[in-house]
């Protein structure tokens, strides 16, 4: 499986298209067996943001992170600084790729979030399917949901793409 799973692009040194092996790749210090102990609600591995980032190099006016998940189109700008040390990126369980059901290729996570649309960083912000990752001056498109009658309307529209599958 050599394929693109992840573009990191914007205000940074240089793009990055990264494979599963080059997420693998990644020095072991910057691996996390299993994000369940740190949470999660499904078992993955995952490599720390931070190792990704030392990759591509930030330009120093780069202050906000941009996840999108073209898949369902969703996308969350969350301020650099609150999750450049703690954010990971879950892409696999056990030798192979991060499946769908769990939120693979790649998923964003950020242990201890706060709870949905009462933060910037929030467990609405643990965007599943993200396939790139930019960095922006000021922050970028989030279409995250506003309120808890959006909220709402997500889960529920999610549960019936569940249950189709
Ligand atoms: N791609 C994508 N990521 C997403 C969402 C989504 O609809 N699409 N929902 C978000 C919201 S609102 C929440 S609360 C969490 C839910 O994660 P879970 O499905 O693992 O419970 O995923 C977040 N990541
Ligand atoms: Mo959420």
Same mark, same amino acid.
Do not use: K, Q, S
């Given at each position: 499986?050599?394929?693109i799973l992840l573009r990191v692009h914007g205000r940074v040194g240089r793009t990055l298209e990264l494979t599963f092996e080059d997420l693998d790749a990644i #020095? @072991?210090?910057a691996q996390i067996a299993d994000v369940s102990a740190l949470g999660a609600k499904r078992p993955g591995g995952a490599v720390r943001f931070e190792a990704v980032l030392a990759m591509a190099g930030l330009e120093t006016d780069a202050d906000y992170l941009t996840l999108h998940a073209s898949a369902d189109d969703f996308h969350a700008s969350v301020p650099l600084e609150s999750v450049r040390q703690q954010g990971l990126l879950i892409y696999r369980q056990g030798d192979g790729p991060l499946p769908s059901s769990a939120g693979? @290729?790649? %998923?964003?996570?950020? @242990?201890?979030t706060a709870a949905c649309h009462t933060a910037e960083v929030d467990e609405c912000a643990n965007v599943k399917f993200v396939d790139a990752i930019e960095l922006t001056h000021g922050r970028g498109f989030d279409n995250r949901p506003a309120d +808890? #009658?959006? !909220? !709402? #309307?997500? !889960? +529920? %529209?999610q549960q019936g793409e569940h249950s189709a599958d």
């Open positions: 499986m050599t394929y #020095a @072991p210090e693979g @290729p790649v %998923r964003f996570f950020i @242990p201890d +808890e #009658a959006d !909220h !709402h #309307a997500l !889960h +529920e %529209r």
